[in-house]
């Protein structure tokens, strides 16, 4: 070989049979006693599948034990149905929601509102029937073309100031009729002879330069010939029209005022009259016949509700008051109130 190596001894003997040497000296040790081995006892085989089978119904009734306990602790999963029909767990379904247990217990937020809630859907009902019936009401007593209208299978229906129905009926009699029903009488009844006479008439009409000047004497007889004191006939004649002067009374030739009637021309929802004599007599008619006669009404305050309703845009209480004045005026003797 070459090199430094080359001339280097090569070791004759294994290295087993060297012996290291250490400086640390040898620790003395305890020589541990041998383990004994001890026999097992041969196990029946037949015995201990026995015991096994009998451990094996232990766990099958403690587990069907402990099932009924969580069946009773734990209420059920409420399951969902899939397109086919199957049902399946909720914890199958991947959803974001919380579950919701619906407890059939919990009462409805509704249900504390159900003792007033029922009154108050009767009432509302109630009302509102009301309502239909007043505004009926007030759409056939109401100013306009309304007041005159024609009913398939009824004809013309009239308003209910002259009759309604029966105004038909009331201006065909000639003379007073007899009462159908019980009178209702007390102060300032319409009914007897008459309290002023034909020249009184004639004064208070040519005071207020009425159209009906000159007809006091007609006014007075046809208050006879009905039995209805003709004070109050004049009364209403002011109160309508300040006896012909103003309003459709210059016109019609009406009295009272009347509304449309089957024997009288109807213009603008008014009778109209070809004579003051006519519109005078028209007015008893009404009065006698269908006021006393057939629905017993025979004074003033029973009177003027019927004649010129409030639903007519009139005021009932001021209409009364005002007949009464100038009624009480005229007995006194004067003219002007």
Known sequence: MAGRYAKKETLQEPLDSFQTKSAIPARATRQLRAVQTLELPEIDEGASEAQEYQLDVLRFKMNQAFDK?????????????????????????TTNRPSKVVDSLVVHPLDRHKPWLYRFIIVAFVVVISMGVLLSAAMLQRPGNAQLINLPGFGKVYDVQVGGSLASQIQNTNGPQTPKVPLHTGPYSVLGSPSINADFINQVLDAYHSPAAGKGQAL???????????????????????????????SSLSLGNLRCIPDAQCTDNYAWFPTW????????????????????????DLIIPKYAPTADNNNEAAYIAALKRELDVWHAGQIYS
């Open 220 to 250: 007075y007889d046809l208050g006879v010939k009905y039995g209805i004191d003709p004070a109050f006939a004049l009364a209403f004649f002011q109160h309508e029209s300040s006896f012909g002067t103003a309003g459709e009374a210059r």
């Open 69 to 93: 306990i969580r069946a009773i602790v734990t209420p059920p999963k409420p399951l969902r149905y899939t397109p086919s029909s199957t049902p399946a767990p909720v914890s199958t379904y």
């Open 277 to 300: 004599e006519a519109g005078f007599e028209a007015w008893y008619k009404l009065i006698r016949n269908l006021y006393v006669a057939v629905w017993g009404l025979t004074t003033v």
